[in-house]
């Protein structure tokens, strides 16, 4: 019986660190679409006004900036979450 509830602790531990991995994960690639997008629009803007790239250097540090506020503020809410959990 012991054995059988050793597996299962195991096995949920296994599955929360699955879904952290998962989570995380998620929220890098959210990040890099963010600035691959806006870096992307950028580049179309500045070939489309035909200015230096302008519109592209803006563009990619709001990107940036937009990210980590995105990134910061789910971490935010994750915590905030756990913490009401309790």
Known sequence: MQEEKDKKSLLD???SSV???MKYSGMGIQMALIILGLSFLGVKLDGFLKTK???T???SLA???LAMYVFIRQ???ESDNKKSEK
């Open 63 to 65: 990107a940036v900036i």
């Open 75 to 77: 971490v935010s809410n």
């Open 13 to 15: 531990k296994n599955k």
């Open 53 to 55: 790239p302008v519109f």
């Open 19 to 21: 879904n952290a991995y």
């Open 57 to 59: 250097v803006i563009l």
